[in-house]
């Protein structure tokens, strides 16, 4: 029989896409645990709370800075025009640039606010890495664009193996967070030079065309509005938190919020690499059928992730207990009540691509914006009251209390999947609530 994954068909190439960007996202995630149970035997919690404080300035300025390169050349109609191609390399190698001399800025004010002298040396070193990344080849862009997802797949997972292995030796000699800081560097550097070399396509040159110029502008100011935003969804917790709470606590939180979030790593990368193409090939308001494939491939995606969170949150205190030593035990309560929260955002976030195959950028950057405001007060209100379970609720508050919002822009788009929704937001909440019940006492100890 023929395999349903074989040919140029779109639903071959979104089941393809879908199987590598799984393989993908589950073989980086499985390294990343690997690698982060040898680093924990070596080092000290400290040393993680030091890199989780970093990741918070590197990642704000890359959100802060991003004007939706990837995006425009995925939804653009020019993205496979070489002049369009290499105006968006030239503004990203520009945009690189910035955004090293941004981690030198704020190196000194960082280390005051958290008490933390050594985040000054850590910030501008581990910044070289923006800086390198700038120079990534668009040919990445341009093979997602046309789910075309095998040899993506293959650099991602072997470079990060080989700099996993470097990171380790470093740790192993130096005892040190330096090695961390120093292998975010080297792994910047594997996988540029690994893009440029095995990835088919043009070979980018600097170039600068005013009209390309302006469609990536148009589309990329509201990206870059949203993405800016986007940052205090994604790392107001830990920002929050490091002012809060020790930075050995806030080593062990991080890590227990990584193991938490793969559900929602897995998700973001379907979305983003599979579903979001699938928008543009197939608008929703074109037909009844887009429609329909849309919403199916949509609540497909979502069950299982869903899913996935079931099984973290019943598992989740016995895996940290399996995995690490004692030190690290706060990380299990973590896990359980992470899964519960992330289910809104799994469910409603993952509209959107609607916004962004449209070009509607704008609906985009406000729907995030709404959201940064709510889950901010709310994760302020709750990191003085409950702590740290106070910042985790608020995540999964701030995805309801808004949700209004994204129906209204739904339905001029045609894309609210109201029946999708409700299910799944209610068989997420109804199990993952239970086994937050089923671990009340251990989390407690996030109170």
């Known amino acids: 029989m023929k395999s349903p994954l074989s040919g140029n068909s779109l639903r071959a190439k979104s089941l393809r896409g879908a199987a590598l960007t799984l393989t993908s996202v589950g073989g980086t995630n499985l390294l990343r645990l690997g690698s982060n149970l040898i680093l924990t035997r070596i080092l000290f919690p400290e040393a993680f709370g030091l890199m989780a404080l970093v990741q918070v300035f590197v990642t704000g300025l890359k959100m802060f800075s991003d004007t939706g390169i990837r995006a425009s050349i995925i939804q653009n109609k020019r993205g496979d025009d070489p002049d369009f191609l290499n105006t968006a390399w030239t503004l990203q190698i520009i945009r690189g640039v910035v955004l090293w001399l941004g981690t030198c800025a704020l190196a000194l004010p960082a280390a005051a606010l958290y008490d933390a002298p050594l985040l000054a040396w850590l910030l501008p070193v581990v910044g070289i890495g923006t800086l390198i990344s700038g120079f990534a080849t668009t040919n990445v862009a341009t093979q997602n664009r046309h789910l075309i997802l095998g040899r993506l797949t293959v650099i991602e997972l072997g470079t990060q193996a080989l700099n996993i292995l470097i990171i380790v030796g470093l740790a192993w000699w130096l005892r040190s967070v330096w090695a961390l800081a120093i292998g975010a560097i080297t792994g910047s550097i594997l996988t540029v030079l690994a893009q440029h070399w095995l990835l088919p396509g043009i070979r980018n040159r600097l170039h600068w065309d005013r009209a390309a110029f302006g469609e990536l502008f148009g589309f990329g100011k509201f990206i870059f509005l949203s993405t800016a935003v986007s940052f205090v969804v994604a790392q107001g917790d830990k920002a929050i938190l490091g002012a809060y709470i020790p930075l050995a606590a806030l080593g062990v939180y991080n890590i227990g919020y990584f193991l938490g979030s793969i559900p929602q790593l897995l998700n973001q990368a379907v979305m983003s690499k599979v579903v979001f193409p699938l928008y543009r090939m197939k608008p929703i308001t074109e037909s009844p059928e887009n429609r329909a494939h849309i919403f199916r491939t949509r609540r497909i995606v979502i069950f299982c992730s869903v899913s996935f969170t079931m099984l973290m949150s019943y598992g989740g205190i016995a895996l940290v207990e399996f995995l690490y030593d004692p030190r690290y035990a706060m990380a299990g309560p973590v896990v359980v009540l992470l899964n519960l929260v992330l289910v809104p955002g799994l469910v409603l976030k993952s509209y959107g691509a609607v916004f962004l195959s449209s070009g509607d950028s704008r609906q985009f950057f406000l729907l995030n914006a709404t959201t940064a405001v709510v889950q901010t007060v709310l994760m302020f209100i709750g990191v003085i009251w409950f702590s ?41 909440g109804m199990v993952n609530g239970l086994a937050v019940w089923w671990h009340w006492d251990a989390i407690t100890q996030l109170m």
């Open 388 to 428: 740290i379970f106070g910042v985790l609720v608020a995540q999964g508050l701030a995805i309801l209390i808004t949700y209004p919002l994204r129906v209204r822009a739904l339905r001029r788009h045609q894309a609210w999947d109201v029946v999708g929704d409700a299910a799944l937001l209610s068989l997420g």
